[in-house]
């Protein structure tokens, strides 16, 4: 069994950083690609970021620039780095690993963006 705990989450100012974390445990042979989606209230999930483990990256349209993802392979940990926060960024962000060639995900982190 595997498992993703995410982290960071968490209540800022317009213009604001945060940084989440999402942790993988268990019984992990490999992990390809890992990342975040989002998803707010009446709106579908979508990409936010993703990264492989080569460290190819790959960023949703509205946070380029602004969020940077990375991975320590290591420590089977993937972060998302939220610059320049915007109230529509507030969502529930959840991450995911491919992770045996099965793909989970975490729990979901809210992050809320306001004045």
């Known amino acids: 069994q595997v498992q993703l705990v995410e982290s960071g989450g968490g209540l800022v100012q317009p213009g604001g950083s945060l940084k989440l974390s999402c942790v993988a445990s268990?019984?992990?042979?490999?992990?390809?690609?890992m990342g975040w989606y989002r998803q707010a209230p009446r709106n579908q999930r979508e990409l936010v970021a993703a990264?492989?483990?080569?460290?190819?990256?790959i960023y949703g349209d509205s946070v380029k620039g602004r969020f940077t993802i990375s991975r320590d392979n290591a420590k089977n940990t993937v972060y998302l780095q939220m610059n320049s926060l915007k109230p529509e960024d507030t969502a529930v962000y959840y991450c995911?690993?491919?992770?045996?060639?099965?793909?989970?995900w975490g729990q979901g982190t809210q992050v809320t963006v306001s004045s």
């Open positions: 995911y690993a491919d992770v045996n060639n099965i793909v989970y």
């Open positions: 268990g019984s992990i042979r490999s992990i390809n690609g």
């Open positions: 990264t492989t483990s080569g460290g190819t990256t």
